[in-house]
């Protein structure tokens, strides 16, 4: 059975509540999965995944969580070549920086050189009933990458 590893962030829980989405969905289809709060892991854990997901929030004006910061760096010098990878996250539209981490980790995937299996979605503060389709779709179609 194919792994998924998800690592997110989340402060006040829109993050957290949108990697539960994902995690279910994936289960849904028959994965394994492991879902994991950023501090509690280093980015070498995404070398026993097949599917390698990061669900991140952003925080002043377009930066990284300084609590997924270290994961960030340590993931850029891994080699994930033949892994599969997806990013989600939250952020909120009110600001010049939508969801720039959500771009910023897609980087960081290229830079490690894992294998994009579904387009990043971006939601808006608290997931609603059209972001959790979204999300199921992108549940889906990494699957299917596995
Ligand atoms: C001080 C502050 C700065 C923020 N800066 C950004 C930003 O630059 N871009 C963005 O998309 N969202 C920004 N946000 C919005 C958060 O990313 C958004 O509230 C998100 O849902 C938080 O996720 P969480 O509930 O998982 O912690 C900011 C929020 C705060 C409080």
Same mark, same amino acid.
């Given at each position: 059975m194919a792994l998924a590893k998800i690592v997110y962030a989340s402060l006040t829980g829109n993050t957290e509540e949108i990697a539960d989405i994902v995690a279910e969905a994936l289960e849904n289809l028959d994965l394994e999965v492991e879902q994991e709060e950023?501090?509690?892991?280093?980015? #070498?854990? @995404?070398?026993?995944?097949?599917i390698c997901i990061v669900a991140t929030y952003t925080y002043d004006d377009g930066e990284l969580p300084d609590d997924i910061v270290d994961f960030y760096e340590e993931l850029q010098e891994l080699?994930?070549?033949?892994k599969i990878f997806g990013v989600v996250g939250s952020g909120d539209?009110?600001? #010049?920086? @939508?969801?720039k981490s959500v771009d910023d980790f897609e980087a960081a995937f290229v830079k490690a050189g894992a294998t994009k299996g579904a387009d990043c979605v971006k939601v808006d503060l608290a997931a609603e009933e059209e972001d959790i389709v979204k999300l199921e779709a992108f549940a889906k179609t990494i699957a299917s990458k596995a």
């Open positions: 950023c501090t509690q892991v280093d980015a #070498e854990d @995404f070398l026993d995944a097949d080699d994930l070549s033949g539209t009110f600001y #010049e920086f @939508f969801c």
